[in-house]
C-alpha cells in the first residue's frame, strides 16, 4: 500500500526535475580546422639562402608568419599569410694580396597566399608568393697591402618569391613543411640599383593555438 502511493509522487518529482533542466547541446569545441571557419596558425621556418650571385654571401635565419586558412578541410585549402624574417650572412672573398669580408643582414616583411592541394591523406602540394619590402644592412671590410678600410650601409628596397613545398598534417592543429623559394630583393647599394637574389630552402611547423 505504500509503495503504490509513494509512485505517483515520485512521477512528479522526476517530471518537475526534467523541466527544470532541459538538455543543452555541447558547445563546438576549439582546435580543428572547420570548412565554415577561418582560423589562424602560426609557424616558423628555417630558411638558408643560397646566393645566384657569387660575389654575395648565402644567408640563413627564421622566419615568423601569421597564416589564415579557408576550406580547412578541403582537399583544396587557401591561405593568406603575413611573414617576418631575419637572414644573416657572412662571405670572406680573397684575391692576390686583398682580402675582402662581407656581412650582411636582411629584414623581409611580406605578404603572400599560398595554394595547397591535397595528394593523398594528410599530404598537400602547397604554391604560392610573397611581395613586401625588406630592409639590409652591408657591411664590407677591406684590406689591401695599402692598408684597410669599413664601408657600411643601410638600405632597402622590393623583394617578392614564388616556391612550392610539400606540407604534412601531423595532427589536426599541427603540420610539417620543406619548401623552395626563388628570392628577388631590390635595393640601393653605394648609389647603384643592386639586385639580391636567392634561392631559398624552408623548413617549418605550424600550429593552432
Not at 33 to 62: H, K, R
Not at 108 to 137: M, S
Not at 184 to 196: C, E, I, K, M, P
Request: charged share 15%; with cysteine.
Amino acid at each position: 500500500m505504500k509503495n503504490q502511493l509513494i509512485l505517483p509522487f515520485l512521477a512528479v518529482a522526476l517530471s518537475g526535475a526534467a523541466g527544470a533542466a532541459p538538455y543543452v547541446l555541447p558547445s563546438h569545441q576549439p582546435g580543428a580546422l572547420t570548412p565554415a571557419d577561418i582560423q589562424p596558425v602560426y609557424s616558423l621556418e628555417c630558411l638558408y639562402g643560397i646566393s645566384s650571385e657569387s660575389s654575395e654571401p648565402d644567408s640563413w635565419g627564421p622566419r615568423l608568419s601569421l597564416n589564415l586558412y579557408s576550406n580547412a578541410d578541403d582537399t583544396v585549402r587557401h591561405q593568406f599569410n603575413l611573414n617576418i624574417a631575419g637572414m644573416w650572412g657572412s662571405e670572406t672573398y680573397r684575391g692576390a694580396g686583398w682580402s675582402d669580408k662581407v656581412d650582411v643582414f636582411m629584414m623581409p616583411v611580406t605578404a603572400g597566399y599560398n595554394v595547397n592541394l591535397e595528394l593523398g591523406r594528410n599530404v598537400f602540394l602547397y604554391l604560392g608568393a610573397k611581395a613586401g619590402y625588406a630592409w639590409a644592412d652591408i657591411e664590407s671590410r677591406y684590406k689591401d697591402a695599402e692598408g684597410s678600410h669599413t664601408a657600411k650601409d643601410t638600405t632597402g628596397g622590393f623583394t617578392y618569391s614564388f616556391g612550392s613545398g610539400l606540407k604534412y598534417i601531423i595532427a589536426d592543429t599541427t603540420y610539417l613543411h620543406v619548401g623552395y623559394e626563388y628570392a628577388s630583393t631590390s635595393y640601393d647599394y653605394a648609389g647603384d640599383d643592386d639586385y639580391h637574389r636567392q634561392h631559398v630552402i624552408s623548413v617549418g611547423i605550424g600550429c593552432q593555438f
